[in-house]
């Protein structure tokens, strides 16, 4: 089946430094990723929408500037924490959607990020 | 706005019993609805979703979900639960219309005592 690849699965960095975190769909084009972040016990709160070859969009109260998005080939799309602190630290789950439209295209995540930051 | 609520936090239930996972959302329109399943420090994995038609849908693993309009509510249910079916469930929404977003519950974990 269709899969989606996360890398790394884990990364500890210090804190003013910036990380790069890679989503790639292995089998598939990916016309649209979603990034998500996800903090202990809590749901999953979309961060941005990416689409291949445009600018992300943000979802509100999401620093842009921060969080920059990349989304430049029909599998890949990146997620760099900019000038990170210890408030960053999560666990970061992308998501790729297969085809242009809605749902009918089924929606596979990748298996998360754990970002700490010291 | 779609919103969702999964009322409870965490179930246990013992190996072999029945699973009923309660989520309701809000949403005006016509929702498009689902269930994924999360293992620790994994990904989601979709179980079944809800478009329109039949609102008993099937999904993998045995599990089904019924959709009530009149209650707004998309319950995941399981006839008899296995150890391995431990793990954090959520509930999704997402609106038809063009937007492509998912707004998520916060999740149920489930354990599965033998």
């Known amino acids: 089946g269709a899969v989606v690849s996360q890398h790394p699965s884990r990364v500890i960095c210090k804190s003013g430094t910036s990380v790069k975190i890679e989503c790639r769909s292995l089998?598939?084009?990916?016309?649209?990723m979603f990034w998500y972040r996800q903090f202990p016990k809590q749901s999953l709160m979309l961060m941005a929408t990416?689409?291949?070859?445009?600018?992300?969009?943000?979802e509100q109260g999401v620093e842009k500037d921060k969080f920059l998005i990349n989304h430049a080939s029909l599998t890949l799309s990146t997620l760099t924490v900019t000038s990170a602190h210890p408030e960053d630290s999560s666990f970061y789950i992308c998501?790729?959607?297969?085809?242009?439209?809605?749902?009918?295209?089924?929606?596979?995540f990748g298996n998360g990020t754990r970002l700490t930051v010291t | 706005a779609q919103s969702v609520t999964q009322p409870d936090i965490h179930i246990t239930v013992s190996e072999g019993a029945s699973l009923e996972l309660r989520c309701n959302y809000s949403?005006?329109?016509?929702?498009?609805l689902f269930w994924y399943v999360q293992s620790p420090g994994q990904g989601l994995q979709l179980l079944l979703k809800?478009?329109?038609?039949?609102?008993l849908v099937q999904g993998i693993k045995g599990f089904e979900a019924e959709f009530k309009r009149s209650q707004s509510s998309f319950n995941l249910r399981k006839p008899s639960v296995h150890w391995s079916d431990a793990a954090e469930y959520f509930c999704?929404?997402?609106?038809?219309?063009?937007?492509?977003?998912?707004?998520f519950g916060k999740g149920t974990k489930l354990t599965v005592n033998p």
């Open positions: 089998d598939f084009q990916a016309t649209t």
């Open positions: 999704a929404v997402g609106a038809e219309g063009g937007s492509e977003k998912l707004v």
């Open positions: 990416s689409n291949e070859g445009s600018k992300a969009t943000y």
């Open positions: 998501s790729a959607r297969g085809g242009r439209g809605t749902y009918n295209s089924p929606l596979h």
């Open positions: 949403y005006g329109a016509t929702p498009y």
């Open positions: 809800y478009f329109s038609g039949d609102t």
